[in-house]
């Protein structure tokens, strides 16, 4: 499993995986426990009452009697609300309007340190540049990625022999991981293109900059969360998590299918192969969460909205003059083998 790049206080914050959503939280505990008290009573035994939300009621008083209490939430109010509006900015190709305070400098930093964890674990298991997984892995990447317009990125690939684990990821600089076991699943070129469209754009659009910034706002209001409504930071952040969290990350994904799809056919792949790319991923997958409780959309939906995407992908790809770009492709791949400092 690809390394954890930022430190979260909630139970599931980002994988870069594309394959397998990692189980959900369990639903075993109480999410608005109560607080009993006893009252003493000149009739009868004593009774257990239960005394709910008392916070809120104080925040509520407040509120009514101290106008410096209403001034500070108004000013904090719109301090936040300026903030957001500041880093307000619109993702490449899908056009969304989203929330960003993080760099890509900060960004790739995550990345080398992910990089170098993910090598001491899997160094030894990294296939040889000249196994033939690696170079159809490198011949895929050296189309993709005029596509993408990354060409400036070092792009670092890695191919890892597990033949178990069907996975691949690309953290952030353009380190790229690829497990054997997914391979089967590609089923040739133009799904392993999918898979690694899917992957290289998150980090077009910087997914993880976005997922970082949502903890600017997460994390203060999980705690207040946490204080007006007497619960733990725990069952706190994992009503966030549900209710806000994995939504986000299930449109980021889906966001991902929609820019890789593109990217893929302007790389003058069949991007009505990557339908059969989910269809073998369902087959395969041993266990499949609720969609509600997931960071991925289900195989199903997945192959359903890109079928609906398929026209303007083949458009694009219709758009792109293949064949005149096919020279250049090969001569991109040849320098990106032998490693020349031109394209980097």
Known sequence: MPPRLWPSSFSHFWSPKIIRASPSTPL???????TSVRLASQRGPQRTQYNRFGNIQILYSLWRTS????????????????????????????????????????????????????????????LPPDHPHS???NKVLGRLIPAAGLERQK??????????????????GGKVFVFSGILPICAGEDGLAAVL????????????????????????????????????????GFILDVALERPGSRKMESEADYIGLLMMAQACYDPSLAVGVWERMAKEEKYAPPQILSTHPTSKNRMKVIQEWLPQAQQKRAESQCGIMTGYVDEFQSAFEHGDDGFW
């Open 28 to 34: 075993h505990h109480s999410l608005l426990p109560r």
């Open 67 to 126: 106008p410096n209490f209403r001034y500070g939430v108004g000013a904090v109010g719109l301090g936040s609300g300026g903030f957001y509006y500041y880093n307000l900015e619109q993702v490449p190709v899908s056009g969304r309007r989203r929330f960003n305070c993080i760099s890509t400098a900060r960004e790739e930093r995550l990345g080398e340190s992910g990089y170098r964890r993910v090598i001491q674990q899997y160094g030894r298991d990294i």
């Open 135 to 137: 170079r159809m892995v």
């Open 155 to 172: 792009w670092d690939v890695k191919v890892i022999d597990d033949p178990e684990e069907k996975n691949a990821f690309v953290l952030p």
């Open 197 to 236: 469209g899917h992957e290289i754009a998150h980090n077009v659009a910087h997914h993880t900059c976005e997922k970082m910034s949502q903890m600017a706002f997460l994390i203060p209001f999980a705690l207040l969360l946490t204080w007006t409504l007497g619960i733990s930071v725990q069952d706190s």
